[in-house]
């Protein structure tokens, strides 16, 4: 069973509303990440935190906005969407920042944007 | 670029058989090799991590082989079982790329009874 645990698993909303994702982990880690994954492709980075502060943005729309409120908790503020940022986002932590490091996946959030 | 490509797209076994699937990357310098599985609809989940110097890595009936010389890993999967029907991803990370993985495409397991 993953560690990391993120809700809501499904969320549909409208292109005016403001939503939220969350992630939780309490394995320790100290780097935590915004993946989103369309149908059929790799997980493609959007986020990085380290050590709460936020390392990588990797030109993403400012539709998304992402909050690290303490170690364990991530959240991406949505707002605005449009109906291709329909996808799976995935939330992901690890020990640190290093590439030596496992990163460990939640279940994802499907998001449909209508 | 860095990149790393899976062969094949998708395949179509059935249960009880053996399979191989295939990990070429370009990515330099090198750190790790990760293969994760991914069920539809959840996140991925890691089987094995291999570094430079490691050759072979088992996991249950997952078994990674790694060639640094020649960039290609293998992931093969022994007497598979319907429960293996998943995505697997192939992760490359590079020491001068932190927190950066970089993802295959992915090979698309159907395992069928």
């Known amino acids: 069973d993953t560690e990391v645990t993120q809700t809501p698993k499904h969320l549909v909303m409208g292109m005016t509303n403001k939503k939220s994702l969350k992630c939780e982990q309490h394995?320790?880690?100290?780097?935590m990440y915004w993946y989103k994954q369309k149908a059929k492709k790799p997980p493609e980075l959007m986020f990085v935190y380290s050590y709460e502060k936020l390392s990588i943005n990797e030109s993403v729309p400012s539709r998304f906005s992402p909050e690290c409120p303490n170690s364990s908790l991530l959240n991406l503020h949505l707002h605005a969407l449009q109906p291709e940022d329909s996808a799976l986002y995935l939330c992901?932590?690890?020990?640190?920042?290093?590439?030596?490091?496992?990163?460990?996946f939640g279940e994802g959030s499907w998001l449909t944007v209508v | 670029k860095n990149q790393v490509e899976q062969s094949p797209q998708s395949l179509i076994i059935l249960e009880g058989k053996n399979c191989t699937l295939q990990?070429?990357?370009?990515?330099?310098?090198?750190?790790?090799l990760r293969w994760y599985k991914q069920d539809t609809g959840r996140g991925p989940v890691s089987l094995t991590i291999m570094t430079f110097s490691e050759n072979t890595k088992s996991n249950g009936r997952y078994t990674a082989t790694l060639d640094a010389d020649t960039k290609q890993s293998s992931l093969h999967i022994t007497a598979s079982q319907l429960s293996d029907s998943a995505s697997y991803i192939c992760?490359?990370?590079?020491?001068?790329?932190?927190?950066?993985?970089?993802f295959g495409t992915g090979t698309r397991l159907k395992v069928l009874a």
């Open positions: 990990c070429n990357y370009t990515v330099s310098p090198f750190s790790n």
């Open positions: 992901a932590s690890s020990m640190q920042g290093n590439s030596g490091n496992t990163i460990y």
């Open positions: 992760v490359v990370s590079s020491p001068s790329g932190t927190y950066k993985y970089i």
């Open positions: 394995m320790g880690h100290r780097a």
